[in-house]
């Protein structure tokens, strides 16, 4: 099992920034990917950027050169961070931390409860 605890988010202007934080305790030596989704109301959900354990990464076209994806790892937990700039509108939704596990021939995907970001104009 692997527990998420999300952090960051708010309201920013137009043009702002904002950092997301997604912290994975419990079973992590199993997580391969991290990662955020957002769904805006009435969109389906929708990829932002992934980060592999090997540190690849892989972002949305809608916010490459805006997003930048980091992660970090001690012994009992494994981060994820967000770091948004030049934020728009069209940026705001519920942001949601994701993992994938994957242990020899089991794989399971975990979520946070969502964080809300509201850009104004």
């Known amino acids: 099992q692997v527990q998420l605890v999300e952090s960051g988010g708010g309201l920013v202007q137009a043009g702002g920034s904002l950092r997301l934080s997604c912290a994975a305790s419990?079973?992590?030596?199993?997580?391969?990917?991290m990662g955020w989704y957002r769904q805006a109301p009435g969109k389906q959900r929708e990829l932002v950027a992934t980060?592999?354990?090997?540190?690849?990464?892989?972002?949305a076209d809608s916010v490459k050169g805006r997003f930048t994806i980091s992660s970090s790892r001690d012994n009992a937990k494994s981060t994820v961070f967000l770091q948004m700039n030049s934020l728009k509108p069209e940026d705001t939704a519920v942001y949601y931390c994701?993992?994938?596990?994957?242990?020899?021939?089991?794989?399971?995907?975990?979520w946070g409860q969502g964080t809300q970001v509201t850009v104004s104009s």
């Open positions: 994701y993992v994938h596990w994957w242990v020899v021939i089991t794989r399971r995907d975990y």
């Open positions: 419990g079973s992590i030596f199993g997580v391969n990917v």
């Open positions: 980060i592999t354990s090997g540190g690849s990464t892989n972002y």
